[in-house]
């Protein structure tokens, strides 16, 4: 059973920062792939940052220079450093990992997922 959980979301004003980190507390599968995800009221699910076993990391570009993902292999930890927020950064983010390789920007392709952690940016 997957058991990804995500905590560090809140509210701060806009040019703040946030840490949001997620922990696979079931250590049920070795993740290949694992990736930030966010939704906004009325909108899609969007991916945000990703990150292969390697350390390589791919962003959206609107969080460019911004945004950071790691990971930490040895406990199972993603992180997601956020800094210079926008309003238009306020959504629910989601964990989400895989164990192959499929298209990290594509919800399906991830088979585990946490419950979410809500950001909040006012201006």
């Known amino acids: 059973q997957v058991q990804l959980v995500e905590s560090g979301g809140g509210s701060v004003q806009a040019g703040g920062s946030l840490r949001l980190s997620c922990v696979d507390s079931?250590?049920?599968?070795?993740?290949?792939?694992m990736a930030w995800f966010r939704q906004a009221p009325g909108k899609q699910r969007e991916a945000v940052a990703g990150i292969d076993s390697g350390g390589s990391a791919t962003y959206r570009d609107s969080v460019k220079d911004r945004f950071t993902i790691s990971r930490d292999n040895a406990v199972n930890t993603l992180y997601l450093q956020m800094n210079s927020l926008k309003p238009e950064d306020t959504a629910m983010y989601y964990c989400?990992?895989?164990?192959?390789?499929?298209?990290?920007?594509?919800?399906?392709?991830?088979?585990?997922w946490g419950q979410g952690t809500q950001v909040t940016v006012s201006s």
């Open positions: 989400a990992a895989q164990t192959s390789s499929g298209a990290w920007s594509n919800p399906s392709n991830f088979r585990g």
């Open positions: 079931k250590y049920a599968y070795t993740w290949n792939y």
